[in-house]
């Protein structure tokens, strides 16, 4: 069968695309697999902004709950990272 570059490469690029979303759709974090797969690359992973003094309590622990979520998403990406160093 010949193939010509141009339709390699579309064969390429919708194989990624369904990876992608099967990443999306089967994740917890999907859309950070989904980054990583179509861009070939580890996601940056934002902090939260500091917490404002004047907020009220319920503000505040919404933040540590952000700050929680971004502490396990680093911890599960180094630890992805240490894994596939070990192969």
Not at 26 to 48: C, H, Q, Y
Request: charged content about 25%; overall charge neutral; hydrophobic content about 35%.
């Amino acid at each position: 069968m010949c193939m010509t570059v141009l339709m390699q490469v579309r064969w390429t690029n919708t194989q990624t695309q369904e990876v992608a979303l099967y990443g999306v759709t089967s994740f917890k974090n999907g859309n950070d697999v989904r980054m990583a797969i179509e861009d070939l690359r580890n996601p940056t992973i934002k902090l939260p902004d500091e917490v404002p003094t004047d907020d009220t309590l319920a503000a505040k622990r919404s933040w540590e709950m952000k700050v929680d979520e971004f502490t396990i998403r680093q911890y599960k990406y180094s630890m992805l990272r240490y894994l596939g160093s070990m192969y």
